[in-house]
């Protein structure tokens, strides 16, 4: 059984490694939001699996959440944002997707040496799950980087914080592992509101970059 | 121990009460009056304190799991004594000076918190209150300096007096963590233990340019000539003549006591660093015509002299050389104590010049002493303290730097038998120096004929001053007589840091002091003091019988003196030239061009002096260009976009993981 759970637990945290790489290479803002959909189902369901092995019921919370409020809720409000800004013709990323896949490669491969080499004594279980949780937030954090517009660097930040939760839950006996989650998908909500309400693509430097430089050349 | 932190309590809570009271009329000769009452208990207390057994307690404040831990000793308690007896006097000054303070809302609430947190340094024994009150000193005093923030100097001595305030205590605090290791506590009790050679050295650098940045060590010593002389009067005679000696107590206190058995090229590097303190210090003082900077710089100066004490001292401790190191310390301990007194007359009778004429330029004073007598005579006696003159208090403390200085033919090393004689002679050098220092500030600012119609009619300062000064003048005279009993007072401190003392001075006959052997060397002070007073006296009526009331004629070109303006007299850069002849180039880089008219032309002749700062110039100058032009630089990362930003943070991250992959 513990073999088994811990297969399944790896294939699932594995599953979502894999999904944040798909996330790197969307070019549409449709199938991004679709892929990170895709991204909290799976989390949804790694978190009620590690919640049946840990024997947790509070962590099914955790995954409800993340079904309901990541998978469903938040995918359908950013679609919403996509049509009302008009932008869902493409990314513009800053550096080239092959370029952006490698990099996101070697992030994996230094999460994993560092986790394993750091983490020797712990839970094996633990460990691999962590390993897969520190790639899923650089990679989140590398998708941050490499997009100019406000709704995927949103959605970078998503994918990290599920990373987050990834690793929280992974961890057996982590303290306010829901309270984390519940107040992430608040500040997510605000960050989400907050675009959609005050269109604030300009700080993003999403759109209009001209302005930013005007305010520049005031400045020096 | 129970007074001393009713005391410090009660000067808080004065120093609360302060705004509240300071609309009234009455309010600054009340704060003052308290102040000068808490002062003078807690000055009692500590001076009785000294020799009596050590004693601890911890009070449950600071951090949770250390405590506030405190330590009483004799060495605590010689400095507990300087620090109180100079508030006291300072209060009582402060009761007359006080009257002149403009906005006395922005000085009455620092001054009992700057002497709260004096006291407090002294207390502390461990690391995390130690800072904590070193800080608050240094916050109050900052509040004090920059009281009269109108004027742009004095703002701008607060803020280098504020940096300098914090890289040393930046200093301190990194001497401690290296202290207490690792693992270590913070309790000055856990420290005790013998440290490494290498980490002991570091922390000695450390604590020489924390404490040494407090104190007025060269090249740290920038902001004393600014900040010092800032302050209202009787603040200035408290920084300079108080806290920098708390700074040389912090220093005792961790090199002395915390650091364990020192290194013979201790000595070697405090000796150097002392020597051209005091050399600097003195050659600068003559520079200056600026009353209060000139005494600022003579702290530089004493500073100097008591590290030459200290550095010998530890150079005689590393050799177990135990007599010698406790005649040394001993020396140094005298002369914190001398300089405290003497440095706050001076700076009194300063502050009573200032207060009557509205200057501080000696170039437009002169002629006080038919106007202000007794200031005069007070600011005589304390210029021949600094002076180092027999009988007074400055000659005991450096005849017994000297002496120290004579004994180290005895040290087996070279390095140390060379740098102690160059000390010695900067010693030397520096009191002959102060000497010419003060001929020329008392002469321009007291003798000759008023320069500017202010001078010309002030008047003598109120009564409350000149008792203080009078206080003051006369413990001068008491240490210079009857220094066996301040060697013998001082002694237990001694017996505490270098495990040594002095032979007991108090029971040989006339008062002589012994400090080595009767057949090497020996003082009375008072025989000295009793041969000058009768001399004097024979010489004033020999003088007076014999040529004051003859009948004289004077012919009636007197090279011009007699007539026409004050212009045409000697004045402080005049007096000064010499000196900045012979050692201007050198230190100072300076140049003289005199500008003569074309023949013909009526228009004056200029003389124009050219002098360099040189470590303001060397150091501190290039070190604030380096840091605007950095901070212009890093300027452009205010505006960056939030993508950028993020950029940062991600290779920030990447790095940090690449770190703990490849070394752990």
Known sequence: MHSLAFDIAHLLAGGLVLVSFMMLYQDRMYALINVFALHAVLLAVSVAWQALVQDAPHLYITALIALVFKATIIPAALRRIVERLDIHREIETVVGTGLTMLAGMALVALSMVVMLRVTAAADPLAREDLAFALSIVLLGLLMMVSRRNAVSQVIGFMSLENGLVLAATGAKGMPLVVEISVAFSVLIAFIVIGIFLFRIRERFDSVDIRALDRVRRERL | MAISFSGIVALLILSLAAPAIAKWRIASPTIYGAALVISAVLFVNAALRVGSPAADCVLPLGLPWLGAHFHFDSLAAFFLAVTNLGGAVASLYAIGYGRHESAPGRVLPFFPAFLAGMNLVVLTADAFSFLLAWEFMSLSSWGLVVSHHRNSDNVRAGYIYLVMASFGTLCLLLAFGLLAGSDGSYAFDAMHSAHDHTLAALILVLVLLGAGSKAGLVPLHVWLPLAHPAAPSHVSALM?????????????????????????????????????????????ALMEHDLKRLLAYHTVENIGIIFIGLGLALAFRANGMVFAAALAFTAALLHVLNHSVFKSLLFFGSGAVLSATGERDMERLGGLIHRMPQTAFLFLVGAAAISALPPLNGFVSEWLTFQAVLLSPALPQWGLRLIAPTAGAALALAAALAAACFVKAFGVTFLGRPRTERANTAQETDRFSRSAMIALAAICLLLGILPGLAIDWISPATVEMVHGQMPVQRFLPWQTIIPIAQSRSSYNGLLVFLFIAASACLAAAAIHRFASHRLRRAPAWDCGTPSTTP??????????????????????????????PAPGNTSAARLEVEMHDIPWEAIYAPLAYGVSFLSERLNALQFLSIRQYLSFVFLALVFLLLVIAIWS
Do not use: N
């Open chain 2, 240 to 284: 300079s003549g108080i806290m920098t000696k708390i700074a040389v107590y912090a220093f005792i206190r961790v090199v002395f006591d915390l650091l364990g058995p020192p290194d013979w090229w201790w000595g070697v590097l405090l000796l150097g660093i002392a020597a051209a303190t005091t050399v600097l210090g003195v050659l600068q």
């Open chain 2, 567 to 596: 212009l045409t007299q000697y004045t402080a850069s005049s007096f000064a030239q010499p000196i900045r002849r012979v050692f201007g180039s050198v230190v100072f880089r300076a140049r003289e061009c005199v500008h003569m």
